[in-house]
């Protein structure tokens, strides 16, 4: 089993960046895929990006691509969310989430045992 913390998160004029960094702990963590996903208010959670084992293979949501990029330091145990050109529609509480199981269907939270806390990132216009 693997705990997950998610730190980074804030307040950024649109156009900025923020780093989102997941740290986990528990079961060895170059073992699990991880994602990120972002839930807005009265909204659905959605996937944002995930990343392989060795870091090697990433996916990213057409809303996000060009802008966000997920990276991963297995010798650090933590998974970063890096996000440049902040639009106002990207605020949400950001999760970072982990599955010991391969699946072609990534994007679909179901697919992920194990979730952080939320961080909170809000991009004022």
């Known amino acids: 089993q693997v705990q997950l913390v998610e730190s980074g998160g804030g307040l950024v004029q649109a156009g900025g960046s923020l780093r989102l960094s997941c740290a986990a702990s528990?079961?060895?963590?170059?073992?699990?895929?991880m994602a990120w996903f972002r839930q807005a208010p009265g909204k659905e959670r959605e996937f944002v990006a995930t990343?392989?084992?060795?870091?090697?293979?990433?996916s990213y949501a057409d809303s996000v691509k060009g802008r966000f990029t997920i990276s991963r330091d297995n010798a650090k145990n933590t998974v970063y969310l890096q996000m440049n050109t902040l639009k106002p529609e990207d605020t949400a509480v950001y999760y970072c989430?982990?599955?010991?199981?391969?699946?072609?269907?990534?994007?679909?939270?179901?697919?992920?045992?194990?979730w952080g806390q939320g961080t909170q990132v809000t991009v004022s216009s």
């Open positions: 990343i392989s084992r060795g870091g090697g293979s990433t």
């Open positions: 989430a982990a599955t010991i199981t391969y699946t072609y269907d990534y994007s679909s939270s179901r697919r992920y045992p194990y």
């Open positions: 528990g079961r060895t963590f170059s073992d699990y895929y």
